[in-house]
């Protein structure tokens, strides 16, 4: 990677991240992480980063650790729904044995 270039692919992970973090678009958001992956790889290969480029990817890393908290907030609030779907699930299924037992009323 040339040195714009590296600059240009860690402007353009960070808009699309930030894009895919503000509609909540969790795929994108992975698909986005492999993509940061990939460069963070490219990156790691070179001998020296220069100053804007260190700049860049220490804006996207924050960004990236946001989208982290975030994604960890929706699995939370995901647990919770699945939850209480699994206790009505659970009362639903209590009422069904109770009636079963006492002939259906």
Known sequence: MQRASELRVLKQLHEQLQDALRQGHWTRIGEIDASIRV??????ELPTLGEDVQAAKLRLQRLHELARQAGAEECERMRK??????EYAEVRSAYMHVDLFQGGS
């Not at 729904?81 to 699994?86: C, G």
């Open 39 to 44: 460069c963070l790889q490219g990156l790691a």
């Open 81 to 86: 729904i699945l939850l209480t779907h699994r």
